[in-house]
Antibody, heavy 120, light 106 residues
Framework: EVELLESGGGLVQPGGSLRLSCAAS????????MSWVRQAPGKGLEWVSG????????YYADSVKGRFTISRDKSKNTLHLQMNSLTAEDTALYYC?????????????WGQGILVTVSS | DIQMTQSPSTLSASVGDRVTITCRAS??????LAWYQQKPGKAPSLLIY???SLESGVPSRFSGSGSGTEFTLTISSLQPDDFATYYC????????FGQGTKVEIK
């Protein structure tokens, strides 16, 4: 059974940093692309960042480019999202998602989400 | 970047109604399109991928069609469990979601 367990969320001040992690299990981690998707309170879904199964190809939404960095630790089956220069607009529930292919694909599994709140 | 636009934003319907949601891409995406359903307080779940392929376990009343820039999600006979918010997503190198369509009880 595929499981995606996010951690690392919480309250952070504007301009601060946070690192999200996603522990993956139940599938061959290195064989699938992964992404982060976020949802601001009461709003729709926003794709944030993704990377290929190899980790060599990374993609970012314009809203986070230059501030967020996605990476994967193959030895620990863990996905990370380093978030810097956070603003109130980054406040959201962040979902770790597994995609159905080695490169860009649709999302077939979602984590339960982790809340990030940016506020002073 | 490719932008996805859904219509309508909200749809009021009754049980048994045929419901159609439209998603338009700002440029051609072939059939690299998925549809998801989200219920309040829950993570989304996959309904349709590659524009018209039904995900395993999803009821056959859900169907998808389209290619290029215009796509539709159809629910042939709306059931009580279908009242939710629906999102389209393209996955052609980049990814992007539509703004969502809330299907509510009329």
């Amino acid at each position: 059974e595929v499981e995606l367990l996010e951690s690392g969320g919480g309250l952070v001040q504007p301009g601060g940093s946070l690192r999200l992690s996603c522990a993956a299990s139940g599938f061959t981690f290195n064989s699938f692309a992964m992404s982060w998707v976020r949802q601001a309170p009461g709003k729709g879904l926003e794709w944030v960042s993704g990377l290929s199964g190899s980790g060599m190809n990374t993609y970012y939404a314009d809203s986070v480019k230059g501030r967020f960095t996605i990476s994967r630790d193959k030895s620990k089956n863990t996905l990370h999202l380093q978030m810097n220069s956070l603003t109130a607009e980054d406040t959201a529930l962040y979902y770790c998602v597994k995609e159905a292919g080695y490169t860009t694909s649709y999302i077939d599994y979602w984590g339960q989400g982790i809340l990030v709140t940016v506020s002073s | 970047d490719i932008q996805m636009t859904q219509s309508p934003s909200t749809l009021s319907a009754s049980v048994g109604d045929r419901v159609t949601i439209t998603c338009r891409a700002s440029q051609g995406i072939s059939t690299w399109l998925a549809w998801y359903q989200q219920k309040p307080g829950k993570a989304p779940s996959l309904l349709i991928y590659k524009a018209s392929s039904l995900e395993s376990g999803v009821p056959s009343r859900f169907s998808g069609s389209g290619s290029g820039t215009e796509f539709t999600l159809t629910i042939s006979s709306l059931q009580p469990d279908d009242f939710a918010t629906y999102y389209c997503q393209h996955y052609n190198i980049d990814r992007a979601f539509g703004q969502g369509t809330k299907v509510e009880i009329k």
